[in-house]
């Protein structure tokens, strides 16, 4: 079977996918669904503790919440017990019904290696082959899809095998992220070592990293042979990317639309959370991220940090539009 004729995961069969990763505290519906307006084809949500899912924590539970118009999507778990792992991925199945379920053995952040999960599994084969062999099995014939890392340092590279691994499980997509555990999300994301997991396995593989323009989408395909590429961190400033990727002949938005979809996504939040004040305090990070590549962005910066209405941002908006259309004169 060729990588794109597998029909669980119908998505590869028709295009070059384009994924929104799933990151901690930014991929949430709000935010997914302005990256679907703007052309993301594939969805995941943050990721999830199996063991808050196993133990019912209904906190958990709320980050599996999604919309219809998301899909496809998917529910990311991470956990290093297989038994708790294969017992939560069939009770997300049962509670919200997602397209496929993925394995996060990618995640650098200490709190998560610490409890044996995310890139922690990299350099403990067995443990993952038990996990990921666990999850398949429970929620069959669901697609079980998983994300790695290269490796979890320069001395211990071991994509390949771990790929060629989780194939013999039966995952039937990976995503590949070009970094090692011990890089984070600093240096460069290795292709190399993205390209050659592509070559090595039958299943669609999925580049992510250093993904900014579409000129590096269409480099890395040919470079690579990947089947999709995953947009993380460029998404967050610029959720228009999945645009101008799909059609380079876009313009990026003006800073007037730049500043509307900013905007919407305060609004938004504000009638999610139901109260003002404390939906726009949590989304001053978010703000923050929009900021990047944007004229005076320092300045934006330093506002951000202690707006509370949505009054005080459309102000914002409006000075800074008002401001950069002076330059142009």
Not at 38 to 46: N, P, R
Not at 254 to 263: A, D, F, H, P, T
């Amino acid at each position: 079977m060729s990588k794109i004729d597998n029909h669980s995961l119908p998505w590869f069969r028709e295009k070059f996918p384009l994924y929104l990763a799933p990151m901690a505290g930014v991929t949430d519906k709000i935010f997914r669904q302005i990256c679907k307006e703007y052309g993301a084809d594939v969805l995941t949500t943050e990721f999830v503790s199996a063991e808050g899912i196993f133990r019912r924590n209904e906190r958990t539970r709320e980050y599996l919440e999604f919309d219809e118009v998301e899909r496809p999507i998917g529910v990311q778990l991470f956990g290093g017990d297989a038994e708790h792992m294969a017992e939560a991925a069939k009770q997300v199945v049962d509670w919200v019904a997602p397209d496929f379920v993925d394995l996060n053995f990618g995640c650098p952040v200490n709190k998560v290696v610490a409890k044996n999960g995310g890139s922690a599994l990299l350099k403990d084969c067995p443990t993952l082959a038990r996990v990921a062999g666990a999850v398949v099995r429970a929620i069959s014939p669901l697609p079980t899809t998983a994300k790695i890392r290269i490796g979890w340092d320069e001395d211990s590279i071991n994509a390949v095998e771990i790929a060629r691994v989780l194939v013999d499980l039966g995952v039937q997509a990976l995503t590949v992220h070009g970094r090692t555990r011990a890089q984070g999300y600093s240096g460069e994301a290795d292709w190399n070592v993205i390209g050659a997991v592509a070559n090595a396995v039958s299943i669609p593989v999925i580049g992510n990293g250093d993904i900014s323009s579409p000129q590096d989408v269409v480099r890395r395909r040919r470079e690579t042979g990947i089947a999709g590429a995953m947009i993380g961190r460029a998404a967050m400033s610029a959720p228009w990317i999945f645009a101008q990727i799909k059609n380079e002949d876009v313009d990026p938005p003006s800073g007037r639309e730049k500043w509307n979809v900013i905007l919407r996504h305060c609004r938004l939040t504000v009638e999610d959370w139901g109260a003002e004040d404390p939906a726009i305090r949590s989304m001053r990070a978010r703000l923050m991220a929009y900021s990047k590549g944007m004229p005076e962005g320092k300045s934006l910066r330093e506002k951000f940090q202690h707006v509370s209405t949505i009054a005080e941002i459309e102000r914002i908006a409006d000075d800074h539009v008002a401001n950069c259309e002076a330059v142009l004169v």
